[in-house]
């Protein structure tokens, strides 16, 4: 009995595409160097083949679609008779913060909103529970010097954080994120009445002065508006990335229009905006409501060239569990709500990923070419 070679695998699997991969990586696997063994074994009727094969990031949405596509490409290497796909997770950095201020930390990214009152901040602790949840080691920023919210909905409002030997702050920890936020160095009902090169200088010390260790993603829970607290954020810790938040309103998107020209400005890459409470659905009759009136954002971000990242509904649950503590990705992990902010979170974190994976390419041409065009977002 002949095996197949490990040659005629390799031919098989280029049919194996990833459709989210730009095309100058290469979408198939084979191309965009995403197989990583490749194991023939003979059987009592014909060749056993295993291969493994990346994933960009933990919860990676191509998955079913690779596993599918593999299995089919390697039935049809002749002399196959049966096949096994396995993966593992490496999540390619951004480049921007491991050679800065931040090694060890993958990606920053900023969540942010033209105005506040939209949900911003119950949007960026949900999402880091959720990636937290996927297996993304991720950490949180609570960057609202001025009015910090992370600490109630974390469940740690009375936590103090504590220094070591060498004056770094260990962040708190709960539901799976590493967090710091003003509100834990401070009293719960203080004021930070600071003029603002004292809320920057404060922001850049929850970076600099905290031991963050390895992490995938840090998510920074952004003030509201376009002040200076993001602008020197952008301009300190370089962001990977920024997600808008909004409400449905037109005059909602107008603010959120003057965030992604602000983003754009401080040249950090937006990569899309999340739609909080489009609507609500009523859990006795089913019936949907436009609370808000009806939603105009996939037409508003069509036309602004934005991605919309997701629509969230007004969950009569969430605010109770922000109270509490138990954001719902952590306290009700099988509710609509919860199932929405996983598939949020792996639609960033496959973004993210892909970044990362282009400013590479870049970075290793510029070492042996010259200066590449600069990366959107660099």
């Known amino acids: 009995m002949t095996l197949p070679t490990r040659d005629a695998v390799l031919a098989a699997l280029r049919a194996v595409v990833d459709q989210d991969m730009p095309a100058e990586l290469g979408a198939d696997v084979v ?73 060890g930390v993958g990606h920053v990214i900023g969540v942010g909103a033209g105005k ?40 740690l409002a009375d936590a103090r954080p504590f220094a070591d030997d060498e004056r770094k702050i260990a962040p708190l920890l709960n539901h799976g994120v590493r967090f710091v936020s003003m509100g834990n160095l401070i009293g ?11 809320v920057g200088r404060a922001v850049t ?18 003030p509201p508006g376009t002040g200076d607290v993001v602008l020197t954020l952008a301009q300190t810790f370089p962001l990977a990335g920024a997600i808008v938040v909004s409400t449905p309103q037109d005059v909602a998107f107008a603010d959120v229009t003057r965030a992604v020209k602000m983003f754009e400005m401080l040249k950090v890459d937006v990569l899309g905006l999340v739609e909080n409470m489009a609507y609500f659905q009523a ?16 037409a508003h971000c069509q036309a602004r060239g934005l991605a919309l990242l997701g629509s969230l509904p007004l969950d009569i649950h969430v605010s109770p569990a922000s109270d509490a503590g138990h954001p719902l990705t952590a306290s009700a992990k099988n509710s609509e709500f919860a199932g929405m902010l996983q598939a949020l979170a792996a639609v960033v974190c496959k973004q993210l990923a892909v970044r990362g ?11 042996f070419f010259g200066a590449a065009p600069a990366m959107p977002g660099a």
């Open 31 to 103: 191309s965009s160097d995403r197989v990583r063994d490749i194991a023939i074994e003979a059987g009592p009727t014909g060749a056993n083949v295993g291969v493994t094969l990346t994933l960009l990031c933990p919860g990676d949405p191509a998955e079913a679609s690779l596993r599918a596509q593999a299995e089919a490409a390697l039935r049809g290497v002749p002399g196959v008779a049966g096949q096994a796909v396995e993966f593992v997770v490496e999540m390619p950095t951004s480049h921007l913060q491991t050679a800065n201020r931040l090694p």
């Open 116 to 155: 506040g009152g939209v949900g911003k901040s119950t949007v960026a602790v949900n999402l880091a529970v959720a990636m937290a949840n996927a297996g993304v080691r991720v950490g949180l920023v609570d960057a609202d010097i001025q009015g910090p919210s992370v600490p109630i909905m974390m469940g």
């Open 188 to 198: 719960r009902d203080d004021a930070v009445v600071w003029r603002g090169p004292m």
């Open 205 to 222: 010390q929850l970076f600099d002065d905290v031991r963050w260790g390895e992490l995938d993603v840090l998510l920074v829970d952004l």
């Open 283 to 298: 859990p006795d009759t089913g019936t949907r409501y436009d609370v808000f009136g009806p939603g105009r954002m996939t």
């Open 357 to 367: 994976l282009v400013r590479s390419r870049a970075a290793d041409h510029s070492a």
